[in-house]
């Protein structure tokens, strides 16, 4: 009797566990293809068959010995560099705005994040072609520099987040050191920052993110600049008509190699993430 | 302006000639910096801003091409004038004499501050001091000044220049330095509304199409998000870490990588169709159409949403539901409700009521959704009926492609005037409604 309860039990639990491990399969199976893809000997998108007949490394060192037409390594470390240089940028922008209107009081305030509200409401890339322009004007176009400048400079515009986290620090800290004879600057960032290192390190992570996951604005900045590419940029001209046949198995070595370090930061940063979304509707 | 009527004389000259009232009462370094500001400008404007603004009323009259020249007495080629850059320097010149106005004011304001000083007996503040200031007092302009300027040149400016663009004729037939292109007024948004029919069907169709994909695209992810943090947050389900995680790699990686990835395998050809034929549930030279007929394609988007999304919606719902006051259940529990009663009445609302404000978000970021359209299809299957449109395609999808493809500029700023208006007036509304109902009650 016992063992037939204790087998009733192991199968509800399966059972129950079921269509969670059928859902896994439908959201992976994608994954592993791409994975599978990478590997397989033989070239074309398009395959009458499930499993690749020959399996092969050459995908991967053909990515980084094969640069004439698709510079990879190149693209790679173009939008490292970018990434970096807007990451250090845009955190202290944010960091910079989030701060202001979080913690000064000033006449223009309110005036000022209302404007943001409104900006922010235009699609983001309807002005890519007038910053284009603009960078044309100052002889910047297809630049790296100026893809740093584009996704950076008007950083200071998503400091939400970061105010939402301002917000919770408590006032009677400052306060205090205010009293004590501090400037506003020293509370800035000797007291405030040093405690907000959950919504530093969120900004940091999601800013020097952004470059490696952008495809619409570092195409309409590089247009045909090949070797100024980001990775976005490249792997998708790879999946062109022209190119698909020849270049998919390596399109799918690429984004494998580009897809491990942004998982393993967005499964490091997931709950800032969380946190960041949802922390000012928790707390109404 | 109250101080320039109650000033003395140099603070009403300084209105003039900048810093002069500062200079007066000893504030020399900064009175010397307003005028340099005023000596820029005026620099500024000889040089480049005046004849850029002049010019703003008719975009250019001179085209590009052979004029004849009657001292020579044959055909010359003239420089054309480029009604573009025209444009962004007259939009910036512009901000400039905003910006000149802004000083100028400044300018009689800190002179009238001094003049109040001196009266009382008092030194106006040093540049020391001032320049301490900006560290205490004053942080908030030190901080804001490098965001600000960032902002204005990559988004504010821009931003101008394309709304103007909009009351011009700047399509692919205007293309400077060859063409010029001017004013027209209401004309774009009279020929998209309906004086041009296959425009006005166009945006017609793409916008009804946009409405029906963000509110499937929010609800079916936010419901089937929602039910899946439930199910993984069961009391009886185990590993749960290992389930959330499996789901959270999808959104990690790149979306252009696994939307690219996913139109590849729901190709006629793709892997999708071969695994149907292997299986015997198509014939073999058949394929389901996933991405090439119409209304098909329209509901494979939403599916592919559905796999892209759900993990974002479990991701941030399962803390809140942890969140969520156990005895409420319970009670529930004890009451007799059953499973889908206690989601009814207690779950639901309460998510809906901490998490209006990232459904509204969401919304409006679907009514943009880029990625999902673009980089699955590129907005197609492509429509004859359609002016450079696609069945699939969202109004930013056409922007797109309006732009970088077609260069219809003027077009383009039209359709992103709309979507703007259509997204400021939506979150308008959300945002008073949700706002009247957190105001009127505190959920219990």
Known sequence: MKIFKNMLRAIQGFLRHLPLGLLSVIWLVPLAWLVMTSFRAENGAYTTYLFPRGWTMANYTRLFTETGLFNYPRWYANTFIVALCSCIISTLFVLMVAYTFSRLRFKSRTPMMNVVLVLGMFPGFMSMIAVYHVLKAIGMEQSLASLVLVYSGGAGMSYYISKGFFDTVPRSMDEAALLDGATRSQVMWKIVLPMSKPTITYTILTSFMAPWVDFIFASVIMKDRYENYTIAVGLYRMLERENIYEFYTRFCAGAVLIAIPITILFIAMQKYYVGGVTGGAVKG | ?444
């Open chain 2, 1 to 444: 302006m109250r101080s320039w009527s109650k000033g003395d004389i140099f603070t009403k000259l300084s209105l003039v000639i900048f810093g002069l009232g500062s200079v007066v009462r000893g504030q020399i370094i900064k009175g010397l910096a307003f005028f340099a500001v005023e000596a820029l400008f005026f620099y500024y404007m000889l040089v480049s801003g005046a004849g850029y603004i002049s010019k703003l009323g008719t975009l250019g009259t001179k085209q590009q091409g052979w004029v004849f020249d009657e001292a020579i007495g044959i055909n010359v080629l003239q420089q054309g004038e480029n009604s573009m850059l025209i444009l962004l320097f007259g939009v910036l010149a512009i901000f400039m004499v905003v910006f000149f106005i802004f000083f100028a004011v400044k300018s009689v304001q800190a002179s009238y501050k001094a003049e109040q000083l001196r009266k009382e007996g008092k030194k106006p503040p040093s540049v020391i001091d001032e320049i301490k200031a900006l560290f205490d007092s004053n942080l908030h302009k030190s901080l804001l000044i490098l965001p600000g300027l960032g902002v204005f040149a990559f988004t504010i400016l821009p931003l101008m220049f394309m709304i103007l663009m909009a009351f011009t004729n700047f399509d692919q037939n205007h293309q400077p330095p060859g063409n010029l292109f001017t004013w027209v007024g209401f004309e774009n948004f009279k020929n998209i509304f309906w004086a041009n029919p296959v425009w006005a069907r166009t945006f017609v169709n793409i916008f009804i199409w946009t409405i029906i994909w963000a509110v499937f695209a929010t609800f079916t992810n936010y419901f089937l998000g929602m039910l899946l943090a439930l199910y993984i947050n069961g009391k009886k389900i185990r590993l749960k870490k290992l389930w959330r995680t499996i789901f959270v790699m999808t959104i990690a990686v790149p979306q252009f990588v696994s939307l690219r990835l996913m139109g590849i395998l729901l190709n006629d050809e793709g892997a999708v169709n071969v695994l149907l034929r292997t299986l015997g549930i198509i014939a073999n030279n058949d394929s389901v159409q996933f991405l090439s007929s119409g209304t098909l394609a329209r509901i494979t988007v939403i599916l592919v949403n559905v796999w892209v999304g759900i993990p974002y919606t479990m991701l941030i719902t399962s803390g809140i539901l942890m969140n969520i006051p156990a005895d409420l259940y319970e009670s529930a529990y004890i009451d007799g409700a059953n499973r889908f009663q206690t989601f009814r009445k207690i779950t639901l609302p309460y998510m809906l009521f901490v998490t209006t404000p990232y459904l509204i978000t969401q919304f409006i970021a679907n009514i943009n959704n880029f990625n999902v359209i673009f980089l699955l299809n590129q907005g197609g299957p492509r429509s004859l009926n359609y002016y450079q449109g696609g069945e699939t395609d969202l109004l930013v999808t056409w922007l797109y492609r309006l732009t970088v493809d077609f260069q219809d500029y003027n077009l383009a700023s039209t359709i992103g005037i709309i979507i703007f208006i259509i997204c400021g007036g939506l979150s308008l509304i959300f945002y008073n409604r949700s706002k009247s109902v957190r105001e009127e009650e505190v959920f219990s």
